[in-house]
């Protein structure tokens, strides 16, 4: 049996648009048990995975060292993806080394940590592409794999490195949410000849399965994954294709997005909800989002400050996702089965949907 071998699960971010179909994944067959921090027992989310088998609660934040040693005792595994548009980058920061130290204190074998690209590093610390939430993952990951590097005879540790799941695309309150502007899908973003690496939350649940099922092999591993590097142009084309209702990418400069676009509104908020504007530490959204517009425009195919190995994630996952049609397509009629209508008609005003629990909520909540 495997050193890292595991069958009880401390889950932080459960509930957020990742976790559940991860959860989903890990208890598909029971294999695994999930114990779920939450900070709130009664809020939808929580209740739709108290339906599934092998699963228990923790209610609490995962800023609190009392409730993260709760959570962590007694399981053997962890899957942390901290919350960074509730803690900000600094606090991220923080956080993210106590989960690892903690985890080593509590006796897990092995841990995985949600993450996202370490831009400003991948850019040659270029500043035009600072971008804090990512930025905070991206160092912290690294820092847990070369922790891993002392302590992995005692605990191993495994990076799940995403990006902006395809469904922020069709859904409220994300950087690239769509309007419908003359009958014409629309998606007015600041990407020019860039492209986005997209990830399907669905194909989340296999990729977090097979780091745990294979716990030797992943020990130490940044698996970074991707349906593709996908433009706007190949968006709108893929959308027109599944729909037969007219879509298109408009490229605007920045000025024009931070005047128009989708998070003009909070432009001059915190980049997290629960960071303080005061310390200079922290970044606005527009300073935050900019560096994450900029990381995508430079990005397109496959050459950029942004990359994946898709040949790693065909061996990994054949059955993957791989393209914005594929996923359309499936999307499209998943939401017919649940009663939501067809893609045309989710994107119409007043019924895009959002995906992140951040928009969910409206941006309350604290730590």
Request: aromatic letters at 12%; proline letters at 3%.
């Amino acid at each position: 049996m495997s050193q890292y071998a595991t069958t009880n699960i401390f889950v932080i971010g459960g509930t957020g648009a990742q976790g559940i179909p991860v959860i989903r994944g890990l208890v598909s067959d029971e294999k695994y048990h999930c114990k779920i921090l939450t900070r709130d027992l009664g809020s939808s989310r929580a209740k739709e995975l108290s339906t599934l088998p092998n699963v228990s609660f923790l209610e609490g934040t995962f800023a609190d060292e009392l409730v993260l040693r709760a959570g962590f005792q007694g399981c053997d595994g962890a899957f942390v993806n901290l919350d960074g548009f509730n803690s900000g980058e600094k606090g991220e920061t923080y956080w993210a080394i106590r989960c690892y130290e903690l985890a080593l204190e509590c006796g897990i074998k092995f841990f995985v940590y949600g993450n996202l690209d370490y831009v400003y590093k991948k850019s040659g610390y270029d500043p035009i592409f600072r971008s804090g939430h990512y930025d905070g993952k991206g160092r912290m990951g690294e820092w847990i794999l070369q922790q891993t590097k002392d302590n992995g005879h005692r605990m191993g540790a495994a990076l799940f490195t995403t990006g902006p799941y395809m469904e922020m695309a069709i859904a409220k309150g994300t950087p690239m949410s769509p309007t419908v502007e003359d009958g014409i899908v629309t998606w007015r973003v600041p990407l020019g000849a860039g492209a986005v690496v997209h990830v399907s939350l669905e194909d989340c649940a296999y990729y977090v399965r097979w780091l745990f099922d294979h716990a030797d092999r992943a020990n130490g591993m940044d698996l970074e994954v991707a349906i593709a590097h996908i433009g706007y142009d190949e968006m709108a084309e893929a959308f027109e294709k599944v729909t037969g209702h007219p879509a298109r990418f408009i490229d605007v400069d920045l000025d024009s997005y931070w005047e128009l676009g989708p998070l003009s509104a909070i432009s001059k908020a915190p980049a997290g909800y629960s960071a303080d504007l005061s310390d200079k530490s922290t970044m606005t959204v527009r300073e935050n989002f900019t560096g994450f517009w900029n990381m995508w425009k430079f990005s397109g195919g496959n050459l950029g400050v942004v990359r994946r190995d898709y040949a790693l994630l065909d061996e990994i996952f054949p059955g993957r996702i791989r393209s914005a049609e594929q996923w359309f397509r499936k999307e499209d009629q998943k939401g017919r089965d649940r009663g939501l209508g067809g893609l045309w008609e989710r994107v119409q005003a007043g019924n895009l949907r959002p995906i992140l629990k951040i928009a969910e909520d409206g941006r309350r909540g604290r730590l």
